[in-house]
């Protein structure tokens, strides 16, 4: 007897799963889960944190499957309402401040001394800088959103966002050359 798999069709999935089907959503969250972890994880230090910003962000993505109208990725629709969703937390449980020189007052993780840094490390430093830098650092390296995109989204000026970019990198180029880790690309504009 062949078997013929139900799910190899993502747009039939889809359609099952915004009729609540709870096996196709299942399916997806399963396909999908590891990935939006790891945007979450980007932007909250805390793995069981950014474990339960996932969750909450999945149960939003199935309450509004209806709004996904098939027009790009299904994968980068759920990843904006993880990056959002992260970004609520972090609003609701800490205060992001956009402050020059909060950098200089806090305490950065201590990394090792090595002239390679693995992904562990390089997000370790990224978890020690200020929020503020962190999520627009994050949005614009990481995600690819424009400066006008990160400051409606953050509900900051443009000229912020920039600002905040700029710093950010600064403060990694800075953690790296103490590090003795040497910056391989080439130029970096805002």
């Known amino acids: 007897m062949k078997i013929i798999s139900f799910y190899n069709n993502e747009k039939l999935l889809l359609k099952k ?12 969250y399963n396909k999908y889960a ?12 805390d793995l069981q944190f950014a474990e339960d910003v996932m969750v909450d962000g999945f149960v939003k993505v199935f309450k509004n499957l209806d709004s996904f ?28 401040v ?31 800088l200020p929020d503020g830098y962190k999520m627009v650092f994050i949005m614009y390296a990481v995600e690819g959103y424009s400066h006008r995109e990160i400051a409606d989204i953050l509900q900051v000026t443009e000229s912020t966002s920039k600002s905040q970019l700029f710093k950010a990198r600064k403060v990694l180029r800075d953690k790296l050359s103490e590090l003795g880790v040497r910056n391989k690309t080439k130029g970096s504009g805002n």
């Open 34 to 45: 590891p990935r939006m972890l790891s945007v979450c994880r980007q932007y909250i230090k």
């Open 69 to 96: 109208r098939n027009e790009g990725s299904f994968e980068g629709w759920i990843r904006k309402i993880m990056i959002r969703e992260s970004i609520t937390y972090l609003r609701k449980n800490q205060p992001v």
């Open 98 to 128: 956009y402050d020059d020189e909060l950098y200089e007052r806090s305490a950065a993780n201590q990394i090792s001394a090595t002239s390679y840094l693995d992904v562990e490390e390089i997000q370790l430093l990224i978890d020690a």
């Open 17 to 28: 799963a915004k009729s609540g089907n709870g096996e196709a959503q299942k399916w997806l």
